[in-house]
């Protein structure tokens, strides 16, 4: 050993700085929650307000009277007709048995519309069968065509299978969607590493339980978003019931629709009857709003 190391000192003997210090402070401090500043708060309190307005003056039209309405200014603040047009609403349309029927119809178009959805989203990410990129094409291809050029084969289908104002002829054609098949396959092709599917092949797991045990855990953010998208899109579906069903079997915008009728419509009335249109959706939103955002931001961070 030599003098010099001898009468080295401890400070010689610190490791040198790493040129690379200032990069790894700042990716340590990567999991820490940004604050927004003032002005993006305002911002979002005024896109918030825009977005509640429409909302916030049908419970002020609901609460008021026909005479009211007419009236130059309109009225900006709740009145103390609210509970009573309410109640006229639900009375006048049938609500009762429209809602019923509403449920039925959107959750079964939910449940059908993300089951095979992701289905066949996984089909075309992962699986190899021939002619799978001209199938996907046409599938796409089906969403460019407008829904009012099937309305007239659909109703003679419909009547050819004995299921006019009946729930299942509103059910049926839209328990597949294409855009809920091209969704989930975009979604799939980068959440679903293909090793994870190799690997439970290997573990002796056959289609079902890799679809049970590997798809559905790995697509449920996409399925929850897919889920109240379709959800919302079957409850305020109004053109294809409109002429599939009468107001025996009614849904809720189809039992909406009677409003509307008489020499002179009762705006409040019909208002009233909106806000109980709108209020399921609300409560939906309020009960599963959380986790389908959390479910967007696993799956963001798995991505």
Not at 170 to 190: C, D, E, H, K
């Amino acid at each position: 050993m030599t003098t010099t190391e001898l009468t080295a000192s401890p400070a010689d003997a610190r490791p040198t700085p790493d040129k690379r210090e200032p990069g790894r402070r700042r990716v340590l401090g990567a999991g820490k929650q940004l604050h927004a500043g003032p002005v993006t708060y305002l911002v979002l309190i005024v896109f918030a307000l825009v977005s509640l307005a429409p909302l916030v003056w049908t419970a002020v039209a609901a609460s008021r009277n026909n005479t009211r309405l007419a009236q130059s200014p309109p009225p900006l603040w709740f009145g103390g007709n609210l509970f009573k047009n309410l109640e006229a609403a639900w009375e006048q349309a049938g609500l009762g048995t429209a809602m019923v029927n509403s449920t039925i119809v959107a959750g079964t178009i939910t449940v059908g519309t993300v089951v095979f959805s992701t289905l066949a989203g996984f089909a075309f990410a992962k699986l190899r069968f021939k002619f799978s990129g001209l199938l996907l094409l046409l599938t796409i291809g089906t969403m460019m065509i407008p829904p009012q050029l099937a309305v007239v084969p659909l109703y003679l289908w419909m009547s050819d299978l004995g299921w006019s104002n009946q729930l299942q002829t509103v059910i049926l054609p839209t328990l597949v969607s294409a855009f809920g098949t091209f969704f989930m396959r975009q979604y799939l092709l980068q959440a679903l590493p293909s090793e994870l599917i190799e690997a439970a092949r290997v573990d002796g797991a056959n289609s079902l339980r890799v679809v049970w045990h590997v798809v559905f855990p790995a697509a449920r953010p996409a399925m929850a978003v897919l889920g109240l998208l379709t959800f919302v899109m079957a409850w305020n579906d109004f053109l294809w019931p409109i002429i599939a069903l009468n107001q025996q079997e009614p849904t809720v915008q189809v039992a909406l629709n009677a409003l509307g009728t008489g020499y002179i419509p009762d705006q409040a009335v019909i208002m009233a009857g909106a806000l109980l249109g709108t209020l399921p959706l609300l409560i939906a939103f309020l009960l599963f709003g959380k986790q389908i955002v959390g479910g967007i931001m696993q799956g963001a961070i798995k991505g």
